[in-house]
Each structure stands twice: as C-alpha cells, then as structure tokens.
C-alpha cells in the first residue's frame, strides 16, 4: 500500500489534502526519465529553451492567484507575502531565459597554441526544497538548472508541497521536452535518498537543516556529486550609534519575525551600540507589536502561524521558564499554530536563544561598546548566512562588512535576495552560491581545450 502524505493548513488545523507519495522505485524512474530529458533538452537550439523557460515564467505570471494560495495554506504565509513570492519565481525563469546565450568561457594565453575553456551542462540536478518558501527556493534553483542545460527532479518538503506540485502540472503542459522537470514528492528517506545517491544525478542543490546537510554530503560523497547547500542561519543586525535610528527600528522587526520568524536568513542576533540600546528596544518592541497576526487570508495580515504543532513546541523550548521574554503582539485564540512575537533584552551570549538557529518568532537584542566588539558578538557562531549593518559611516560599513563573517550582507537594509546577485552562506550555513550569474557555475562542468599551433 502507497504512502500517503496528508498536508495540514497551520491556521485552521484542517487537512487540505492527502496524496500518495512517490517510494524508491518510483523515485528511480524519474531520475531515469531525467537523463533521456536532459539530451533532449541540450539539443534543442538557445532560442527555443530561452523561449521555454520565457514560457514557464509566463504560467506561473497567469497563475500566480492559485499558486499564492496554495502556498499560504500549507505553509501559513500571509496571501500578500505568497503573491509577491511566486511573482519572484516568475521574474527568476525570465532573468535566467536571458542568460542562456550568455553562458561565455575564455581564452585563455599559453604557449605553443590556443586555449579556451566551455561550460558544459552536467546532467540531471537533483533539487530537495524547503518547507519555509517551498516554490521560491526550488525556482532559485530550477532557473539556472535548465538554463545551464540540466535536466530537474524536485523533491518539495513534506509539509509544504503544493504549490510546488501544482508548479509541475503546469510545465508538464508546456511544450518542453517531457519529464524534463519533474515533481517527485516522499519522504527524505525514500525519495531524498534516491535522489542524493543515484548515480545518474549529477548534482543535488538541498535547502535545510544543517544536520540533514551533513547527511546529504555524506550520502553524495559515494558517488563524487557536486553539492550546492543553504542551511541554517543565525544572522546579525548590527546598529550603531551613527545609524539612522528610526528607520533601523521600523525595518528590524520585519527582518526578525517576517514569515514569523520561519526563515534562514533571519536577524534573530541585534546587536545594538550601548549608547542607543534602550530606544531601540523600546522603539522595537513598539513596532514589533504593530505587526497584525491572523488568518493568512487576510490582505491586512503581516504574520501568520507557525507551520506545524512539532515545530511551534521546538519554538518554545527556546523559552523556558525564568527566561525574561517580552510578548510583542497577541496572537489568535483557537485553532492554528500560532505564537506572538517574542523579544529577550541582553541574554547571556552563550545562551541558546543566542547560539541556537530558532526558526520562529524569537529576537536577542544584545548590547555592544565598540566597533571591535560588534563584530566579535557578530562572528560568535557557527553559522553564516545574511546579516546586516546599520550606520551612516561609510568607512566603517565597509571595514565591518569585510570583517564579518557571512556569506550576504545588508548595509542600511535588510533585505538578503536579489535574483540578479549570489545568494548563500559559509560555515555551517553551507557552500555554493544560488542566484545571479553565479549560480550558473553550479549547473556547469568547466571544460578546457587546447590547441596546438606550433609547427
């Protein structure tokens, strides 16, 4: 008997839908039809897979209402958050269409002939999404994928597939060489491990947990695939006394708690130069309660609920009694995952709601002395993702932002994703690059070819 995955709306604790999930053999068979795709894709001439992928960013543009919905009923995102996103995935297949003619190699100057180099497609990609931005993320990675040649099997996460499903239905309609994307949803341990060790995939791109990173190198390494991995985070604000203080206050909230507090780049640390510590956090608080919690549905809505039951009590573990929180915002009564913001003001920095990557609607505001010190607190941890600096010292952003230890940077903002720039982390927030034209050497075998010229 087939597996079935039944996917619960975190806002009403209602099942949407339950649906058989893919096992072992059926995983291997998809990674099969993806190498026949994959040739058949790469024969095609540049115009007509640069139209193919113009095509999907169309669909998705024509079904952005039905994608957006799915997507904030399963994960509980605001409907206006899910309509900017999937208008994002949109706008990543039409920025890659524009790139597959540009995918260049170089001569390269050496003796006794001509040296050039090619990117070459590597074959069939394996991409496992997360649950926090399911169809985002697997479109960063999709993208680049096909326009560098490859072929896709995608495994979105099992709390949060639908949007991601229904994106595959529809590029199965478009006229695309068949099975070249294919959605393939089960468990890590059946449809994960297929996908990290079969020998026919040339490359999986994970999106997760930093230890079930560590599993998926352990697992590709039997079979040498190239890996490319976003993992956790717990990113730094840092805002010092020169900084414009008003808008870092009514930007800071959003950076912490947006997709309630669901998101890897998310600045959980703020660290705050002493002399301004306390209108900040009075000033955060503040916004932070402004911020409306309910029914995703709602246009009004800013934060939803937590995606699970299982992971608003790991939430809530970081805030165990004798821990002085204070409970910015009150959220709904009744059915729904749902939890209010939560600000502790200069925890001990080797606590764990210092130290331990949240994933959930909890922000540490530490105080820092100087610039010395900032970057000190900044770069005490094992992770790094994003992060940000707030100061109007041009100088001084720039000597900070060399220092710390991250992999994107934000300065007098807070934003982390572009889809024309890199995107990832180094340390434990993983390797490889998603994004810009960056991401295309990911999805590429570089080649070089001499020839001799020399009688």
Request: net charge negative.
């Amino acid at each position: 008997m087939s597996a079935v995955n039944t996917v619960i709306n975190p806002a009403t604790e209602e099942v949407i839908t339950e649906f058989a999930v893919a096992d072992t053999a059926a995983a291997e068979q998809a990674v099969d039809r993806a190498a026949q795709a994959q040739r058949d894709w790469i024969a095609l001439p540049m115009a007509a897979r640069r139209d193919a992928l113009l095509a999907i960013a169309a669909t998705v543009d024509a079904h952005v209402e039905d994608l957006a919905g799915l997507e904030s009923a399963d994960v509980g995102k605001p409907i206006s958050d899910a309509r900017a996103e999937i208008g994002g995935v949109a706008e990543c297949f039409r920025y890659y269409a524009g790139v597959i003619d540009k995918i260049l190699g170089d001569t390269i100057p050496v003796e006794g002939g001509v040296d050039f180099t090619f990117r070459e497609p590597l074959g069939v990609v394996a991409v496992i999404a997360p649950w926090n931005f399911p169809l985002p993320i697997a479109s960063w990675n999709i993208a680049p994928a096909l326009a560098a040649g490859n072929s896709v099997v995608v495994k979105p996460a099992d709390l949060t597939p639908l949007s991601t499903r229904r994106f595959g239905e529809l590029v199965a309609g478009l006229d695309l060489p068949p099975h070249l994307v294919q959605v393939v949803s089960g468990p890590g341990r059946t449809v994960g491990s297929v996908l990290t060790a079969h020998p026919s995939v040339a490359k999986v791109s994970f999106t997760g947990s930093t230890e079930t990173g560590r599993q998926v190198m352990r697992t590709a390494a039997d079979t040498v695939k190239r890996i490319t991995l976003e993992l956790g985070g717990k990113s730094a604000s840092l805002v010092f006394a020169d900084a414009d203080l008003d808008r870092a206050i009514a930007e800071a909230p959003g950076a912490v708690f947006g997709n309630t507090g669901q998101d890897c780049c998310a600045r959980s640390r703020i660290l705050v130069q002493r002399s301004i510590f306390d209108d900040f956090v009075d000033g955060f608080v503040a916004a932070a309660r402004g911020m409306r919690i309910g029914d995703p549905k709602d246009e009004r809505t800013v934060l939803g609920p937590l995606v699970s039951a299982a992971h608003r009590a790991s939430v809530q573990s970081f805030l165990p009694p004798g821990v002085e929180a204070t409970v910015a915002g009150e959220a709904p009564e009744g059915p729904g995952f749902w939890m209010a913001p939560h600000v502790v003001v200069d925890p001990d920095p080797s606590s764990r709601i210092v130290t331990d990557e949240i994933f959930g609607p909890v922000a540490a505001i530490l105080p820092f002395d100087t610039e010395d010190d900032a970057v000190r607190l900044a770069n005490d941890t094992v992770y790094g993702l994003s992060g940000s600096i707030w100061t109007n010292d041009v100088g001084r952003a720039l000597r900070v932002a060399r220092r710390v230890e991250t992999g994107t940077l934000s300065i007098n903002s807070n934003s982390s994703v572009r889809v024309q720039t890199p995107f990832g982390g180094c340390k434990q927030s993983g390797f490889g690059r998603e994004l810009g034209l960056a991401a295309i050497d990911g999805y590429t075998e570089l080649k070089n070819v001499f020839v001799k010229t020399a009688v």
